[in-house]
Structures are given as structure tokens and as C-alpha cells.
T-cell receptor
Framework: GGIITQTPKFLIGQEGQKLTLKCQQN?????MYWYRQDSGKGLRLIYYSITENDLQKGDLSEGYDASREKKSSFSLTVTSAQKNEMAVFLCASSIPGEQYFGPGTRLTVL | AQKVTQTQTSISVVEKTTVTMDCVYETRDSSYFLFWYKQTASGEIVFLIR??????ENATVGHYSLNFQKPKSSIGLIITATQIEDSAVYFC????????????FGAGTKLTIKP
């Protein structure tokens, strides 16, 4: 078995601030993902990476940057946080066939 | 571009009955993969079941099964003998052909199981 760890669990930032979310997995999976989930809504793909140093844009990549410097870690940066932006950011890793999700980082922008 | 649609926003059924959740998808690929995930009240998301487009048999795992209707681009999730703990939000998802790791999710269906 394995686990996906996301840090921090809660993130509070100011409008215009650059904020970074981190994700670690010990499954040894090649592919990792970042999703945004607004309250009561579905998952929207921000970025994904099929291997170390690879980055692929999802449908919601504007306003975000990502980094995959190691196979086990995938970081997401909110380049300029928007006021009243509240969402849960979910990291996942996958083998071909199914994804494993982390517990999420809940972002609040004041 | 791939698209996944779940039109049922919420469903409520009595415990021990059978429930079906609908999902339709759009893709230009002849080969693709369909998934169902469950998100519990705590926010945890877990993989439930998968259907590969080239397989004619409907997938079954425990009390979850799929109703795959390829001509209708439809993949319904059937839960039999429902239990209170099946109450959750269920997401349908799709991945297109081999080598493309992008996965698209539907908006989700909230299932409530009543005693």
C-alpha cells in the first residue's frame, strides 16, 4: 500500500499572494494530478504530470503553475490568489486504471 | 475534447434497495476507459469500479456493477442492497486512449440512503 500526503491541510492567504501547495506520494506512480473542487461541485483538472519534469495543462490551468522535480512530489502554485476564492485542492496519483487521492488542501483567500 | 455528464444532482432511496446513477460521455476515441469514484462526507475519494471500452461484459465489484451501453455513450453505476454507508457523492470519470493520462470527471450525484 501507499499514501498521498498533502501539505498544508488548511491554507489561508491574502489577495494577490503567491501560494504553494505540496503533494507527496509513496506509491511510486508515474502520473500525478492536481484538481480543484469548489463547494458542492465536481473535480476540475488543473495540471497533470506523466513523469518527473513533465507538465501537462488541464482545463483550469490559468492562474496556476506546477512543478514536478521528483517522481514522488508534485507542487501547485496559485500565482495570484483571488479574494473570496475558496476551494479544496486535491492531489492524485495513478497507475493506468485508477487514481488514488490525497486528503486535500482547503484554501481560503481573505 | 472529452466530456462527462451526470444529470442527476441527487438521489434518495431506502436502505436495502437498488439504485442506478446515470452518466453519459463524449469522446472521439475508439478506445477509452470509464471509472466511478465515491466521495464520502469526510471528503475522502476512493476508486470503485472501471469499464474498458473494448470489453463487452459489464464490470462488477462487490455490490457495484456497471451498465455499459456503448452505442448510447452511457455508463450507469448500479448499487444493489444499498446500505446507509453508501451515502456519498458519486463521480463518473473518463480517460481516453492509451498514452493520454488526462482524466475528466462529471459533476457528481449525491446519493442518500434512508433507513
Amino acid at each position: 500500500g501507499g499514501i498521498i500526503t498533502q501539505t498544508p491541510k488548511f491554507l489561508i492567504g491574502q489577495e494577490g499572494q503567491k501560494l504553494t501547495l505540496k503533494c507527496q506520494q509513496n506509491f511510486n506512480h508515474d502520473t500525478m494530478y492536481w484538481y480543484r473542487q469548489d463547494s458542492g461541485k465536481g473535480l476540475r483538472l488543473i495540471y497533470y504530470s506523466i513523469t518527473e519534469n513533465d507538465l501537462q495543462k488541464g482545463d483550469l490551468s490559468e492562474g496556476y503553475d506546477a512543478s514536478r522535480e521528483k517522481k514522488s512530489s508534485f507542487s501547485l502554485t496559485v500565482t495570484s490568489a483571488q479574494k473570496n476564492e475558496m476551494a479544496v485542492f486535491l492531489c492524485a496519483s495513478s497507475i493506468p486504471g485508477e487514481q488514488y487521492f490525497g486528503p486535500g488542501t482547503r484554501l481560503t483567500v481573505l | 475534447a472529452q466530456k462527462v455528464t451526470q444529470t442527476q444532482t441527487s438521489i434518495s432511496v431506502v436502505e436495502k434497495t437498488t439504485v442506478t446513477m446515470d452518466c453519459v460521455y463524449e469522446t472521439r476515441d475508439s478506445s477509452y476507459f470509464l471509472f466511478w469514484y465515491k466521495q464520502t462526507a469526510s471528503g475522502e475519494i476512493v476508486f470503485l469500479i472501471r469499464q474498458d471500452s473494448y470489453k463487452k461484459e459489464n464490470a462488477t465489484v462487490g455490490h457495484y456493477s456497471l451498465n455499459f451501453q456503448k452505442p448510447k455513450s452511457s455508463i450507469g453505476l448500479i448499487i444493489t442492497a444499498t446500505q446507509i454507508e453508501d451515502s456519498a457523492v458519486y463521480f463518473c470519470a473518463m480517460r481516453e486512449n492509451y498514452g493520454n493520462e488526462k482524466i475528466t470527471f462529471g459533476a457528481g450525484t449525491k446519493l442518500t440512503i434512508k433507513p
